[in-house]
């Protein structure tokens, strides 16, 4: 009985986080586009082999270069959680290695 209600817990956790997730991209891209920048790509996963290697957002900004944005979205604003700590060294390879076989997967040269 017990194990069933941990299993329902952590269900409705995993599907708010992915609804609150989705949001937070939603907001960013939109943050973006009133910037006059231009989103390329949403949820990209250059690297098949390993579904930790995604790219939340790809957006061209108004000058013509390419950022790649991680989106951290929290529950709520404290002090002792900030936004650059959730992204740890790990991560941080993560998200290089994705970059770089998107880069290479679209043979970008710097004109997208």
């Not at 700590?85 to 679209?106: F, G, P, S, Y």
């Amino acid at each position: 009985m017990q194990d069933e209600q941990t299993t329902k817990r952590n269900q409705t956790r995993g599907r708010i986080s992915v609804e609150q997730g989705n949001w937070g991209e939603e907001v960013a891209a939109t943050y973006f586009m009133q910037k006059g920048w231009r989103v390329v790509a949403r949820n990209v996963r250059p690297c098949p082999a390993d579904r930790r290697c995604e790219i939340d957002l790809i957006v061209k900004t108004s000058e013509g270069g390419m950022v790649f944005v991680e989106v951290k979205t929290h529950a709520v604003r404290s002090p002792y959680a900030t936004r650059l700590a959730a992204v740890d060294r790990r991560k941080k390879q993560v998200l290089l290695r994705a970059c770089a076989n998107w880069i290479l997967h679209e043979r970008w040269h710097g004109n997208y």
